[in-house]
């Protein structure tokens, strides 16, 4: 069974240019997650989608940060413009279905973003 | 008060000795409780999951849950030089929203 996968693994980018971030789950899978982790501190939820709606994101710098899953399938997570504190690894992650109890969640290799 | 608190670490252990990692949330009504390994540079990967009160053991590795207390922890017997990495607590929220602590280094020397 294939993995979650990304693309690209690494960007370098200077502060106030766009990027985009492309993640296909492993198939079948209805949950996607678009984690944001810093250095030294654990991946916090930016989005979660179930199939292509957006279940939270509450935690999603809406004014920068955009992300959506088509069909239900692979999903993009963009920023524009970056800043310099947006350097971090972004994971995608899926799952089958949270459902109420919650259900293991699959991560990808992340894309490793250095804002200069 | 962080919704997941673990210790940063580092925890340095000596192998074949038990490393024990904890984690304490805020939500009450969270329901669901994960333990990730993450080595450096690499991502997440799960270890064990707990959903019920008590102990939940699987080979070396013994997770346990005390929802009264909001209390989760991590027991690693035998620990081997591998088993250096950072552990992570995740629980999933009342609201279905899954937290990460900041995770624990753990050193196991040999």
């Known amino acids: 069974e294939a993995g979650v996968a990304q693309s690209p693994r690494y960007k370098i980018i200077e502060k106030r240019q766009s990027v985009a971030f492309w993640c296909n789950p492993i198939?079948?899978?209805?949950?996607l997650y678009w984690y944001q982790q810093i250095l030294g501190q654990g991946p916090k939820l930016l989005i979660q989608?179930?199939?292509?709606?957006?279940?939270?994101d509450s935690q999603l710098p809406k004014d920068r940060f955009s992300a959506e899953r088509l069909k239900g399938v692979d999903s993009t997570l963009k920023i524009q413009p970056a800043k310099l504190e947006d350097s971090a690894v972004y994971l995608c992650a899926s799952s089958l279905d949270p459902g109420t109890t919650g259900e293991t969640q699959y991560f990808g290799p992340g894309t490793r973003l250095l804002v200069l | 008060q962080k919704e997941v608190e673990q210790n940063s670490g580092p925890l340095s252990v000596p192998e074949g000795a038990i490393a024990s990692l904890n984690c304490t949330y805020s939500?009450?009504?969270?329901?669901?409780f994960f333990w990730y390994r993450q080595y450096s540079g690499k991502s997440p990967e799960l270890i064990m999951s707990i959903y019920s009160n008590g102990d939940k053991e699987d080979g070396r590795f013994t997770a346990q849950l005390n929802k009264a207390s909001q209390y989760v922890s991590l027991l690693i017997r035998d620990s081997q030089p591998s088993d250096s990495a950072t552990y992570l607590c995740?629980?999933?929220?009342?609201?279905?929203?899954?937290?990460f602590g900041a995770g624990t280094r753990l050193f196991v020397k040999a």
């Open positions: 939500d009450r009504v969270s329901q669901s």
């Open positions: 995740a629980v999933i929220t009342g609201g279905f929203k899954t937290i």
């Open positions: 989608f179930q199939n292509n709606g957006v279940v939270d």
């Open positions: 198939s079948g899978h209805a949950t």
